[in-house]
């Protein structure tokens, strides 16, 4: 009789190999490529505001052509990876807003920057799900949340990134040279990719017809080839078939629901800060690269709230830590908005609580849909639940634009942050943690 080697539990069983550790870091990269190209049309805006003789609030249907595209991106060209691959997908989405992004520098007018945002961000939509999807494919079960708040930190780290880059380059060369970078760095990175990210493992184990590069990859992993009469198989129904109706069976309804909501929710104040925070601040009086700053300041508090949230949802527990994040936002935004006159030390510590609050909570939303879905539609679920997401990263740039355009107090904005962020915590609250996927197991006991 044939040996069946289970690989999810070779994954759980053994230590992190280097192909493991060289994979979270790779997909991480990818979501900091994608970080520094969201954030840094942001902390451009108030340069080429200036440079075109723009009103305060006219980048609002840019940034949404941006988010549409995101949205567009996650629901239908992300979900194809769970029938042809992760690397595939990631690899052709990293050279598409790669490309985009730099032909960016060509746009002369609010009319052709539009479409440009719109195209970028179909690259970067297919990018994030499956980046977040093949780092948990690859973590062990008792490390799997901490390594996908980890890679989902990228994020972050590149909204830091690109705003020191925008406070330093913008006064100097211009702020043309934030495009250049946005661009050639998915470039680079999609080369990568191709040479050195692994398939998923569980997803090529599922695939009966991609049983070669299985084998592959498993002696990748552990340094010992599968004997010729071994079997690899994983616990998960057969990939390559899934559809948005499967994120419905099986029980798997209420909880896909509430997961919509916490992202949209989630995603709206996510985008209005990631948007409009850099012109909020310059217009309270903080000049653009003070504003840059302090707008990294923000994410860096959200980096702090994405790992300090990783640990701690692996011990603790998921539903505690989320609620308590998304409580820590609604407090952040009351007092940002409501406090005219802080002090600069004051401002930068609101700031940070905000954002470890903003930030963290998303980052852990991500997590627990990664593990609430199956593999063989983990993509499917996490590009749709990041799909509705996108279109509260819509309405929340739209909103703020509107009310930045008129009010008297600029910080004013972000009162609309507060109702989202305690929806977001009532959703978190109410998830169902009986999902039939072998990933939500430990989630059962919160």
Same mark, same amino acid.
């Given at each position: 009789?044939?040996?069946?080697?289970?690989?999810?539990?070779?994954?759980?069983?053994?230590?992190?190999?280097?192909?493991?550790?060289?994979?979270?870091?790779?997909?991480?990269?990818?979501?900091?490529?994608?970080?520094?190209?969201?954030?840094?049309?942001?902390?451009?805006?108030?340069?080429?505001?200036?440079?075109?003789?723009?009103?305060?609030?006219?980048?609002?249907?840019?940034?949404?052509?941006?988010?549409?595209?995101?949205?567009?991106?996650?629901?239908?060209?992300?979900?194809?990876?769970?029938?042809?691959?992760?690397?595939?997908?990631?690899?052709?989405?990293?050279?598409?807003?790669?490309?985009?992004?730099?032909?960016?520098?060509?746009?002369?007018?609010?009319?052709?920057?539009?479409?440009?945002?719109?195209?970028?961000?179909?690259?970067?939509?297919?990018?994030?799900?499956?980046?977040?999807?093949?780092?948990?494919?690859?973590?062990?079960?008792?490390?799997?949340?901490?390594?996908?708040?980890?890679?989902?930190?990228?994020?972050?780290?590149?909204?830091?990134?690109?705003?020191?880059?925008?406070?330093?380059?913008?006064?100097?060369?211009?702020?043309?040279?934030?495009?250049?970078?946005?661009?050639?760095?998915?470039?680079?990175?999609?080369?990568?990719?191709?040479?050195?990210?692994?398939?998923?493992?569980?997803?090529?184990?599922?695939?009966?017809?991609?049983?070669?590069?299985?084998?592959?990859?498993?002696?990748?992993?552990?340094?010992?080839?599968?004997?010729?009469?071994?079997?690899?198989?994983?616990?998960? #129904?057969?990939? !390559?078939?899934? &559809?948005?109706?499967?994120? *419905?069976?099986?029980?798997?309804? @209420? +909880? /896909?629901? %509430?997961? $919509?909501?916490?992202?949209?929710?989630?995603?709206?104040?996510?985008?209005?800060?990631?948007?409009?925070?850099?012109?909020?601040?310059?217009?309270?009086?903080?000049?653009?690269?003070?504003?840059?700053?302090?707008?990294?300041?923000?994410?860096?508090?959200?980096?702090?709230?994405?790992?300090?949230?990783?640990?701690?949802?692996?011990?603790?527990?998921?539903?505690?830590?989320?609620?308590?994040?998304?409580?820590?936002?609604?407090?952040?935004?009351?007092?940002?908005?409501?406090?005219?006159?802080?002090?600069?030390?004051?401002?930068?510590?609101?700031?940070?609580?905000?954002?470890?609050?903003?930030?963290? #909570?998303?980052? !852990?939303?991500? &997590?627990?849909?990664?593990? *609430?879905?199956?593999?063989?539609? @983990? +993509? /499917?679920? %996490?590009? $749709?639940?990041?799909?509705?997401?996108?279109?509260?990263?819509?309405?929340?740039?739209?909103?703020?634009?509107?009310?930045?355009?008129?009010?008297?107090?600029?910080?004013?904005?972000?009162?609309?942050?507060?109702?989202?962020?305690?929806?977001?915590?009532?959703?978190?609250?109410?998830?169902?943690?009986?999902?039939?996927?072998?990933?939500?197991?430990?989630?059962?006991?919160?």
């Amino acid at each position: 009789m044939a040996q069946t080697i289970n690989v999810a539990d070779v994954i759980d069983g053994r230590p992190v190999s280097a192909l493991q550790v060289r994979t979270f870091l790779l997909c991480a990269a990818v979501l900091f490529a994608d970080g520094f190209d969201v954030q840094g049309i942001t902390y451009v805006a108030p340069a080429i505001s200036q440079d075109w003789g723009l009103a305060r609030g006219a980048f609002g249907p840019t940034f949404s052509a941006g988010l549409l595209g995101v949205l567009l991106g996650a629901i239908f060209i992300a979900p194809l990876a769970d029938r042809i691959g992760r690397r595939r997908i990631m690899t052709a989405a990293c050279v598409a807003f790669g490309l985009c992004t730099l032909a960016t520098l060509t746009a002369g007018s609010l009319a052709t920057l539009l479409p440009l945002r719109l195209l970028t961000g179909l690259g970067l939509g297919a990018a994030i799900p499956n980046a977040i999807a093949l780092a948990s494919e690859y973590a062990p079960k008792r490390w799997r949340a901490t390594t996908v708040m980890f890679v989902a930190s990228g994020l972050s780290v590149g909204s830091v990134v690109a705003g020191i880059a925008a406070s330093r380059l913008i006064p100097t060369v211009g702020w043309p040279a934030i495009f250049v970078i946005g661009g050639v760095l998915p470039l680079l990175l999609a080369a990568a990719l191709g040479r050195w990210l692994p398939e998923s493992l569980r997803f090529l184990a599922a695939l009966h017809e991609r049983e070669a590069d299985a084998r592959r990859w498993f002696a990748a992993l552990t340094g010992t080839p599968v004997a010729a009469d071994a079997r690899l198989v994983a616990d998960d #129904a057969e990939a !390559g078939k899934a &559809t948005v109706v499967d994120l *419905f069976r099986e029980r798997r309804a @209420r +909880s /896909t629901v %509430l997961l $919509w909501i916490a992202f949209f929710m989630s995603l709206l104040n996510v985008y209005l800060t990631v948007n409009w925070l850099p012109t909020s601040l310059n217009a309270s009086g903080f000049s653009v690269s003070d504003a840059a700053l302090l707008t990294s300041i923000y994410h860096s508090g959200g980096v702090a709230g994405i790992y300090a949230l990783g640990l701690l949802m692996d011990r603790v527990g998921a539903r505690p830590m989320l609620v308590a994040a998304f409580v820590l936002a609604a407090a952040g935004f009351y007092t940002f908005a409501t406090m005219p006159h802080l002090s600069r030390g004051v401002m930068t510590a609101v700031l940070i609580a905000t954002g470890f609050g903003v930030v963290g #909570a998303q980052g !852990g939303i991500n &997590t627990i849909a990664s593990m *609430f879905y199956p593999v063989a539609m @983990r +993509s /499917t679920g %996490l590009g $749709w639940a990041l799909g509705v997401g996108r279109v509260g990263s819509i309405v929340g740039p739209t909103i703020g634009g509107l009310i930045l355009a008129g009010a008297a107090n600029p910080r004013s904005a972000y009162l609309v942050c507060i109702a989202p962020a305690l929806v977001g915590a009532a959703c978190v609250a109410l998830l169902s943690w009986r999902a039939p996927a072998p990933e939500a197991q430990p989630l059962r006991a919160q």
